[in-house]
């Protein structure tokens, strides 16, 4: 039965996930808004599984749950990137990249620094329960958004779209329809923390493993979905943009978790091997950052290099993860 309830979330998650990347597609041909903060809005959507499964984790009092389904998400969010541009090589959705991509990026990398220091220290010091780790990433989070919003982009070549597909859909309708799906995306996570964590006590395995991997890529759906589905409405920059902004959302959950958890600093309270996690993270989010820079490759392989050494490195943090899990 639990098994059962995790498939029926995760189903969900999908279908609701192929809605809102095509009601976002819709404000966009719509309205005027930037493209990187449609981006900014589709991830955060598709992040709010992560919201209810580690506020959820801090009810069962399993904050290893909660730490590793949000470092989970952006690692596996990297691994989605890489994979749907290595089966997607010929349209080379990293051409359509900008500067605030590359820049929202690079304050992930700056982030993630700030968590792993956290972690192997072992920092405990908080104000009024909320860590003194948690005050500085929202510090940091603040000024890098900040900064991001300043960057001017250079206009990129868009593949031509028919301007006449969304003839009847109105501007008004598509955000009402965007924010029911993100409720009902909402939903679903809280039964996807409870049965991860009935999974990990009937078998046995590290909670840490089950926050980073099987809840951390359940939630991680919506963000596969759209990005697919993103590629497939030729609106390449919102495929990128989608996932680089949930990284960032997933932060902020993060900083959020610790002001509900309230026996101290939640990463203080997590287990060290999320240290393995961080550190692949900050590699593929590496990898990733020369992925938006480097020149246009004109060879396929050339291309695709990138994105292939980001899946084989998921793996490698996967089994380093799983050792530690045993």
């Not at 049965?195 to 395995?205: E, N, P, V």
């Not at 993060?254 to 999320?274: A, C, E, M, Q, W």
């Amino acid at each position: 039965m639990v098994y059962f309830l995790f498939f029926i979330a995760a189903s969900c998650t999908i279908f609701l996930a192929i809605k809102l990347s095509k009601y976002v597609d819709v404000i966009k041909e719509k309205s005027s808004v930037n493209g990187v903060l449609l981006g900014l809005m589709l991830g955060g959507a598709t992040s709010l599984p992560e919201i209810t499964t580690s506020v959820t984790s801090i009810v069962i009092n399993n904050p290893d749950i909660a730490t590793g389904n949000v470092l989970g998400s952006n690692l596996f969010n990297f691994m989605i990137l890489a994979v749907v541009d290595i089966i997607f090589r010929k349209t080379r959705i990293f051409n359509y990249s900008n500067k605030q991509n590359m820049m929202t990026n690079i304050l992930v990398m700056l982030l993630l620094i700030f968590i792993s220091v956290s972690i192997y220290f072992k920092i405990s010091y908080h104000i009024f329960g909320i860590g003194l780790d948690s005050i500085v990433l929202v510090l940091v989070y603040g000024l890098g958004m900040w900064f991001i919003s300043k960057v001017e982009n250079i206009p990129t070549t868009q593949p031509i779209k028919d301007s006449k597909k969304y003839e009847k859909f109105t501007l008004k309708r598509a955000i009402i329809s965007f924010i029911f799906a993100a409720i009902f995306i909402l939903v679903f996570g809280s039964i996807l923390t409870i049965s991860a964590d009935k999974i990990a006590t009937l078998t046995g395995i590290d909670a840490s493993f089950i926050g980073t991997f099987l809840v951390a890529a359940s939630t991680s759906l919506p963000e596969a979905v759209c990005i697919i589905v993103a590629i497939r409405l030729l609106n390449y920059n919102l495929a990128i943009g989608s996932i680089l902004g949930s990284n960032t959302f997933n932060i902020l959950i993060l900083i959020f978790t610790d002001v509900l958890y309230r026996k101290g600093s939640l990463l203080y309270h997590s287990s060290p091997n999320h240290l393995y996690t961080v550190t692949g993270t900050f590699v593929l989010a590496v990898i990733c950052t020369y992925g938006l820079i480097r020149k246009q490759s004109k060879n396929n392989f050339t291309y695709v290099l990138p994105s292939i050494l980001v899946v084989i490195s998921y793996f490698v943090v996967s089994y380093l993860m799983f050792i530690q899990a045993k």
